[in-house]
């Protein structure tokens, strides 16, 4: 049997916390002897003094300021669980699966999660981030509960539109395109690589595109890399490169023409669930909330 028990290093924490025996007792809703008595025995069975009164507040021993620090995971693991525990036995669902396209804006998509989480702690939300042209995309949209996607009819469900991701054509500030003048950067495309994230432009328009030489990442991240070490020139998600637009380091192609272009996602919920339950409501309606365009 364990020397120790989870109670006794709560109040322990809660004491540090408070300063005070008697603030913890009324906290805790215990007796002030309880909690006395339980960090007296606390002490006693490991041998080491962890508190000490420095006036009329309590603080931590080198030591118990050490063991706490190793308890402090496991209380908040515990309350976890039992937040999780108490969830289900409310009829929260204790798992939620979302694929959302690899171009979605992430600083939105985890501000959107954040607050997801802060509502429904005991809820494990498990994201996918896919690129529609991969096989995988396919198996990940069936398990999913809600999906964001380019496509508006899905097989699991029907979607809305959500928001348009701008990209914007953009090349290193050292590359030769940005050496001519302003006039001649349409016509000189094709002497350089085009950088392409898989997917993102049907076939057709790929083939149709003013430069033969093409090169495709299969996301968002690698075809960024590829345009930050001249690799080549590309259309990128506006959102995902603001900090290099910021500083410099990425300029945009003073192009005449599609020099902006435009890619619609739109919100799927999966057909089976209707009317969705409470979570896939709430998260449905942060996306609508945070949405732009």
Same mark, same amino acid.
């Given at each position: 049997?364990?020397?120790?028990?989870?109670?006794?290093?709560?109040?322990?924490?809660?004491?540090?916390?408070?300063?005070?025996?008697?603030?913890?007792?009324?906290?805790?809703?215990?007796?002030?002897?309880?909690?006395?008595?339980?960090?007296?025995?606390?002490?006693?069975?490991?041998?080491?003094?962890?508190?000490?009164?420095?006036?009329?507040?309590?603080?931590?021993?080198?030591?118990?300021?050490?063991?706490?620090?190793?308890?402090?995971?496991?209380?908040?693991?515990?309350?976890?669980?039992?937040?999780?525990?108490?969830?289900?036995?409310?009829?929260?669902?204790?798992?939620?699966?979302? !694929?959302?396209?690899?171009?979605?804006?992430?600083?939105?998509?985890?501000?959107?999660?954040?607050?997801?989480?802060?509502?429904?702690?005991?809820?494990?939300?498990?994201?996918?981030?896919?690129?529609?042209?991969?096989?995988?995309? !396919?198996?990940?949209?069936?398990?999913?509960? !809600?999906?964001?996607?380019?496509?508006?009819?899905?097989?699991?469900?029907?979607?809305?539109?959500?928001?348009?991701?701008?990209?914007?054509?953009?090349?290193?500030?050292?590359?030769?395109?940005?050496?001519?003048?302003?006039?001649?950067?349409?016509?000189?495309?094709?002497?350089?690589?085009?950088?392409?994230?898989?997917?993102?432009?049907?076939?057709?328009?790929?083939?149709?595109?003013?430069?033969?030489?093409?090169?495709?990442?299969?996301?968002?991240?690698?075809?960024?890399?590829?345009?930050?070490?001249?690799?080549?020139?590309?259309?990128?998600?506006?959102?995902?490169?603001?900090?290099?637009?910021?500083?410099?380091?990425?300029?945009?192609?003073?192009?005449?023409?599609?020099?902006?272009?435009?890619?619609?996602?739109?919100?799927?919920?999966?057909?089976?669930?209707?009317?969705?339950?409470?979570?896939?409501?709430?998260?449905?309606?942060?996306?609508?909330?945070?949405?732009?365009?």
């Amino acid at each position: 049997m364990h020397k120790t028990t989870l109670e006794q290093w709560s109040l322990l924490e809660s004491v540090v916390e408070l300063g005070s025996f008697a603030r913890t007792a009324e906290a805790m809703y215990r007796s002030q002897s309880s909690v006395s008595y339980n960090l007296a025995q606390l002490q006693a069975r490991l041998g080491v003094t962890l508190l000490t009164i420095e006036g009329r507040k309590a603080a931590l021993t080198p030591a118990g300021r050490l063991l706490l620090d190793q308890a402090k995971p496991l209380l908040a693991a515990f309350h976890a669980l039992e937040t999780r525990a108490a969830g289900l036995h409310n009829g929260v669902r204790g798992s939620l699966d979302l !694929v959302v396209d690899t171009v979605f804006p992430r600083e939105r998509l985890f501000a959107i999660l954040r607050k997801f989480q802060q509502r429904y702690p005991a809820t494990q939300v498990r994201l996918t981030e896919v690129l529609e042209s991969d096989p995988q995309a !396919v198996t990940a949209s069936q398990e999913a509960d !809600v999906l964001v996607l380019t496509r508006r009819e899905e097989r699991v469900g029907r979607g809305e539109w959500l928001m348009n991701v701008d990209f914007v054509a953009v090349a290193h500030r050292d590359h030769p395109l940005h050496q001519l003048a302003s006039a001649k950067v349409d016509d000189a495309l094709s002497r350089y690589p085009q950088i392409r994230i898989a997917g993102r432009e049907s076939e057709q328009a790929a083939r149709e595109s003013r430069t033969p030489e093409q090169w495709t990442f299969s996301t968002a991240d690698a075809a960024i890399e590829a345009v930050m070490y001249q690799v080549g020139y590309g259309w990128l998600p506006e959102a995902r490169i603001a900090a290099q637009l910021a500083a410099g380091t990425l300029k945009r192609l003073p192009l005449v023409h599609g020099a902006r272009r435009a890619t619609p996602l739109h919100l799927i919920v999966k057909e089976a669930m209707s009317p969705p339950d409470e979570q896939v409501a709430t998260l449905l309606a942060l996306f609508k909330t945070n949405r732009e365009g």
